[in-house]
T-cell receptor, first 110, second 114 residues
Framework: DAKTTQPPSMDCAEGRAANLPCNHSTISGNEYVYWYRQIHSQGPQYIIHGLKNNETNEMASLIITEDRKSSTLILPHATLRDTAVYYCIVRVQDDYKLSFGAGTTVTVRA | GAGVSQSPSNKVTEKGKDVELRCDPISGHTALYWYRQRLGQGLEFLIYFQGNSAPDKSGLPSDRFSAERTGESVSTLTIQRTQQEDSAVYLC????????????FGSGTRLTVV
């Protein structure tokens, strides 16, 4: 079920901000936007989530549009270790089943 | 422990053999999950434990798959009579009660059935 749409890939220069877009035009009122990433040969890693307000933590910032139909994950200063597949998903908070689409493969170049 | 630990990290087995995959969740995490990820594909939910009980086993692909959890800690996923289509990375995750703030995943067990 393709509830989110992400570009398949993007490149980013080391030290620059990486802005990862995600469309979720059918999001429901009680669904949150979650971002995970998966570095090669590792398990998925939680990054950030939000409902409607913008959120920031030590890893990233999440900007959600006012109509909640799209969002952007911002990695403020990308490093080579941020090279990974980034997944945007929408889910209600107590839904324990994660379902990832294809995600965006982000390659950070020196 | 500091994170979710899975063992073995890699397992190669012959078709028809049984395998056991182990997961040590973060101490105090009552919820534990097993997922499967085939090469180049997304996550496939297998089973969810809350404490020692499994309220949702709906993702187990066949009766060859089973899982148990003892003492609200270690969980074992067992695959009997392995088939080549069982080849995948098996991921375990845990969370404090329900995953409001996201799971913590282990690094997975890469299973190859030859």
């Amino acid at each position: 079920d393709a509830k989110t749409t992400q570009p398949p890939s993007m490149d980013c220069a080391e030290g620059r901000a990486a802005n990862l877009p995600c469309n979720h035009s059918t999001i429901s009122g009680n669904e949150y936007v979650y971002w995970y990433r998966q570095i090669h040969s590792q398990g998925p890693q939680y990054i950030i989530h939000g409902l409607k307000n913008n959120e920031t933590n030590e890893m990233a910032s999440l900007i959600i549009t006012e109509d909640r139909k799209s969002s952007t994950l911002i990695l403020p200063h990308a490093t080579l270790r941020d090279t990974a597949v980034y997944y945007c998903i929408v889910r209600v908070q107590d839904d324990y089943k994660l379902s990832f689409g294809a995600g965006t493969t982000v390659t950070v170049r020196a | 422990g500091a994170g979710v630990s899975q063992s073995p990290s890699n397992k190669v087995t012959e078709k028809g053999k049984d395998v056991e995959l182990r997961c040590d969740p973060i101490s105090g995490h009552t919820a534990l999950y097993w997922y499967r990820q085939r090469l180049g594909q997304g996550l496939e939910f297998l089973i969810y434990f809350q404490g020692n009980s499994a309220p949702d086993k709906s993702g187990l692909p066949s009766d060859r798959f089973s899982a148990e959890r003892t003492g609200e800690s270690v969980s074992t996923l067992t695959i009997q009579r392995t088939q080549q289509e069982d080849s995948a990375v098996y991921l375990c995750a845990s969370s404090f009660r329900q995953p409001n703030y996201g799971y913590t995943f282990g690094s997975g067990t890469r299973l190859t059935v030859v």
